[in-house]
C-alpha cells in the first residue's frame, strides 16, 4: 500500500514512520511512505501557501493553488483510491473505518492547519474527512500518523502471528481480555490459574469471557452496535 502525505511541517511526520512495525513494514517492501511538502509548492518565493480568510476572522487558511498543483502531480502518476483530510469536523476514526481504507492500493492524505483548508479544496479533490477525536489538534499531522499506524498494522504481513492483528480490541467488536506474563507469581499478585492450565480450549473460552465483561465495565456501547 502506498501513502503519499501532504503537509507544510513534514518534519512532524520523521519520527512516527522510522520505527518499529510501520518501518519494518517498509522495509518489507508492503508500505510506501512519501511525504511532500507542500510549500515547494507555494505562490511565491515567500513560500506563502496561506491567506487571510475572505470575510474577515483570525486564523490563516491553506491556498487552493499549492494543494491543486501538488494533487495533479501525483494523480498525474497513478490513480488514487482516496484522498483523506485530516480535520476535526470529519468522520471519527474506528477500527471499521481503518479496515475499510486498508483494502487501498494508493492513498493520499492532506493535513490541515491554521484554519483549515479553502472550502473548495473539501468539494472538489477530498474524498474523505477523518477526525481521530473531538478535540484539536495544532495540525493534521498527528492524525495523519495515526491513522496510517493503525491502517499498516493490519496490512496481511506486516504483522507476525504472534501478535496478530486478529485478536486486537475492536477487531471482533469487543476490547481485549487481560494478558500475563512471566513471573506467574510476583510477590503474591498471581496470574489466573486458568492461564497455566495448558487446556488450550478453556483458555480461549476465558479469554472471550473476559473481553466481553471487559467491554460491558468500559464500553458497553460497543455491545449495543
Ligand atoms: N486536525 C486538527 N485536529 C484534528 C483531529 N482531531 N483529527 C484529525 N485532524 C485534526
Not at 3 to 25: E, G, N, T
Request: proline residues 5%.
Amino acid at each position: 500500500m502506498r501513502f503519499d502525505i501532504i503537509s507544510c511541517q513534514p518534519d512532524l511526520l520523521d519520527s512516527p514512520f522510522s520505527h518499529s512495525i510501520v518501518k519494518r513494514a517498509q522495509q518489507k517492501g508492503l508500505v510506501d511512505i512519501h511525504i511532500h511538502d507542500l510549500r515547494k509548492y507555494a505562490i511565491n518565493k515567500h513560500g506563502q501557501i496561506d491567506d487571510y480568510a475572505f470575510g474577515g476572522g483570525a486564523g490563516m487558511v491553506m491556498m487552493i493553488e499549492p494543494i491543486d498543483k501538488l494533487l495533479s502531480d501525483l494523480k498525474a502518476e497513478r490513480d488514487y483510491d482516496a484522498v483523506i483530510y485530516m480535520t476535526p469536523d470529519g468522520q471519527t476514526l474506528n477500527q471499521q473505518v481503518v479496515n475499510q481504507f486498508s483494502l487501498m492500493r494508493n492513498v493520499i492524505i492532506l493535513c490541515g492547519h491554521y484554519k483549515g483548508v479553502d472550502e473548495r479544496v473539501r468539494q472538489h479533490y477530498v474524498t474523505h474527512e477523518i477526525s481521530i477525536g473531538d478535540y484539536v489538534l495544532s495540525g493534521g499531522e498527528l492524525g495523519a500518523a495515526v491513522l496510517a499506524d493503525a491502517i499498516i498494522r493490519i496490512i496481511p504481513g506486516v504483522l507476525n502471528d504472534e501478535s496478530s492483528a486478529l485478536t486486537d480490541s475492536f477487531q471482533d467488536g469487543l476490547l481485549a481480555p487481560p494478558v500475563y506474563t512471566r513471573p506467574a507469581d510476583y510477590k503474591g499478585m498471581k496470574v489466573p490459574d486458568i492461564l497455566l492450565s495448558g487446556d488450550g480450549p478453556k483458555i480461549e473460552q476465558w479469554r472471550f469471557e473476559q473481553a466481553i465483561e471487559r467491554t460491558k465495565q468500559r464500553r458497553p456501547d460497543l455491545l449495543n452496535e
